[in-house]
């Protein structure tokens, strides 16, 4: 049974460029969230949907942005990319809306240079 | 807004030595709070999780929390650790109730163990 898949796994990526990053929930989840975590800290709420409407988000600025797709799966994306946008993004799915059962991906690690 | 602070950032432990890592959370209403585990090369996997009843939860891999609601605290145990509980430890709260969905992280401890 696959887990929460994402990719790329490794990317990296020029100052001012724009990055969409993908994620397929485990089967028969319909809720996708997106955190980042930058080196030495905890992850950090961005995004989250839930049979395809935005439930929540995060403090991060409009160059951010999210879609769910009718197969649940879902892209994050980010315009305008700054160095300090370089972080691990994890992608974590669950069957409700809530975090209860949350399984997260391995996630994918953006460089900025 | 809720945080989470945890207190250690790096704990080195001998096998059979007991864990106990700090975790204090600041929010007014009530919590659900969680304990995350990333080994080495990993995603982070759940290890237990408080929503109410009996504050004294136990998880995975031997592992249990205690929620002191007086003291704002959810602290990690583990009588024994083992080699292979080396990895970085993650505290997690979510406000409690409809329309809240987001976990708020801690900085997270890294754990290490020394055969």
């Known amino acids: 049974d696959a887990g929460v898949t994402q990719s790329p796994t490794h990317l990296i990526k020029t100052r001012g460029q724009h990055v969409t990053l993908r994620c397929s929930p485990i089967?028969?989840?319909?809720?996708v969230s997106w955190y980042q975590q930058v080196l030495g800290q905890g992850p950090q709420f961005i995004f989250q949907?839930?049979?395809?409407?935005?439930?929540g988000r995060g403090n991060f600025p409009d160059r951010f942005s999210a879609r769910q797709f009718p197969n649940y799966s879902s892209e994050l994306n980010v315009n305008a990319l700054l160095l300090g946008d370089s972080a691990l993004y994890l992608c974590?799915?669950?069957?409700?809306?809530?975090?209860?059962?949350?399984?997260f991906g391995s996630g994918t690690r953006l460089t900025v240079v | 807004a809720q945080s989470v602070s945890q207190h250690n950032h790096h704990v080195i432990l001998s096998e059979a030595a007991s864990l106990e890592l700090g975790c204090n959370y600041s929010?007014?209403?009530?919590?659900?709070l969680f304990w995350y585990v990333q080994y080495p090369g990993q995603h982070l996997q759940l290890l237990l999780k408080?929503?109410?009843?009996?504050?004294l939860v136990k998880g995975i891999k031997g592992f249990e929390a205690e929620f002191i609601k007086s003291k704002f605290s959810f602290n990690l145990r583990k009588p024994s650790v083992q080699w292979s509980d080396t990895a970085e430890y993650f505290c997690?709260?979510?406000?409690?109730?409809?329309?809240?969905?987001?976990?708020?992280f801690g900085k997270g401890t890294k754990l290490s163990v020394i055969p």
């Open positions: 974590a799915s669950s069957a409700s809306g809530g975090p209860y059962g949350y399984t």
């Open positions: 089967s028969g989840h319909k809720s």
């Open positions: 949907y839930y049979e395809k409407e935005e439930r």
């Open positions: 929010y007014g209403g009530t919590v659900n």
């Open positions: 408080y929503f109410s009843g009996d504050p």
């Open positions: 997690a709260v979510k406000a409690s109730g409809a329309g809240s969905y987001q976990l708020t």
